[in-house]
């Protein structure tokens, strides 16, 4: 039985029950081939293919947050040439939680932060010394206290600007930011009643 289909013309690879072979290929595939910008996975035990892919990857848990102050405008860091929202790594023994609003005050120097609610996760890979990595990101909608507090850049961490915007953001910051920054976005802006405010 077919497992596999070639993505049509500007349409998703698609895989039905894929084996653990497939899965392990599937990222040696995706760097051969940048045009697939999207992959379909079917699959009857969704749990364990996702326990067969995880398993070709060192996993690493992340946690940041969709910080929104007084006025309505959201916290972006400027991050090695990219905008992006404050995350980092979780710490051994660290809640989810904890890890987001220490990230965030760490990343930005911004203080008075509170966690209102839980937004999406994410997933996203990386290489680091021919080490492919697995990036989960647990995403939390927050609140500042005050309007636009300035930041201190995080600079250890490539960070060189800490920034309050409008939403929507200009065309120019999502060409520069990655794809899942959008998603998490759209996520906030059904949990965050401020970013209604300069809509």
Known sequence: METEAK????????????????????TKFLKANPLVREVEIHSDNIEKTWMNYCMNYFE??????????????VLWILRNGHW????????????LEEAALREVTEETGIKDIKIIDDLITTYHTYEIDGVVHLKTTFWYAMEHAMGETVGTPQDIEGITEVKWM????????????FGSIRMVIDS?????PLLWKNL
């Open 7 to 26: 993505p049509a013309e500007g349409g998703p690879k698609t895989y039905w029950n894929p084996d653990k072979k497939e899965l392990k290929d599937l």
């Open 84 to 95: 992006d929202i404050p995350k980092g790594k979780v710490e051994t023994g660290e809640k």
């Open 60 to 73: 690493v848990v992340s946690a940041g947050g969709v910080v929104v102050n007084q006025r309505g405008n």
């Open 166 to 177: 409008n939403l929507p953001v200009s065309e120019k910051v999502w060409a520069s930011s």
């Open 188 to 192: 906030a802006m059904e949990k965050i």
